[in-house]
């Protein structure tokens, strides 16, 4: 089945600064590529998706990466602000059921 | 509360007792999904359904139990069976055009 890794497990930047969070996956046939904010005790929040026929897709300070051949792809957040600090999750679409193989999240502190 | 409602927030579970977590969505989804996740770890996947009457295990299924009689409701049963049941459920929907809408939680402790 579909294996997604997500690196690094905790990232911590200078307000202003940028941060880059990578996933790798496992499985060719995974189309669709989700990223979710979740702050402490809070449902995750979809922030911005990727599609495999797609390569980047920007959203004001976020992006998105996908490189279908090294199968990874990558967020990352621009001019970063304290309210950016979250736990954030990649997914990659499995099947036809939906089912998604979650990373195992990146904790990212961003400090005045 | 986003079209996808959890009931109770917080449930406290005594030893050898089976709870059952609601989970309901006005978004005329047909999937639904039941997540698990632990502190410093990621969501793993307990059940999921597509259609009504019909359900399938995900990857740590043992110790709970779902049904999916309506299409709006699907939900969870953390049976006595489950000896590790101390963690933050998230049911999640979606429609078709792949993104899930996840629901508010339910924080569940052994007690």
């Known amino acids: 089945g579909e294996n997604v890794e997500q690196h690094p497990s905790t990232l911590s930047v200078q307000e202003g600064d940028s941060a880059v969070i990578k996933c790798t996956y496992s499985d060719s046939a995974s189309n669709y590529f989700p990223w979710y904010k979740q702050e402490l005790g809070k449902r995750p929040q979809l922030i911005i998706d990727?599609?495999?026929?797609?390569g980047e897709k920007k959203d004001q300070r976020i992006a998105v990466t996908l490189n279908k051949t090294a199968k990874h792809f990558s967020l990352h957040i621009t001019e970063t602000q304290p309210e950016d600090s979250a736990v954030y999750f990649c997914a990659a679409l499995t099947d036809s059921w939906g089912k998604f193989q979650f990373g195992a999240g990146t904790q990212v502190v961003v400090t005045p | 509360d986003g079209g996808i409602t959890q009931s109770p927030k917080y449930l406290f579970r005594k030893e050898g007792q089976n709870v059952t977590l609601s989970c309901e969505q006005n978004?005329?989804?047909?999937?639904m999904y039941w997540y698990r996740q632990d502190p410093g770890q990621g969501l793993r996947l307990i059940y999921y359904?597509?259609?009504?009457?019909?359900?399938q295990k995900g990857d740590i299924a043992e110790g709970y139990s779902v049904s999916r009689e309506k299409k709006e409701s699907f939900p969870l049963t953390v049976t006595s069976a489950q000896k590790n049941p101390t963690a933050f459920y998230l049911c999640a929907s979606t429609g078709g055009n792949y993104g899930y809408t996840f629901g508010s939680g339910t924080r569940l402790t052994v007690v």
């Open positions: 978004l005329n989804h047909d999937a």
């Open positions: 990727i599609r495999s026929n797609v």
């Open positions: 359904s597509q259609i009504v009457n019909d359900f």
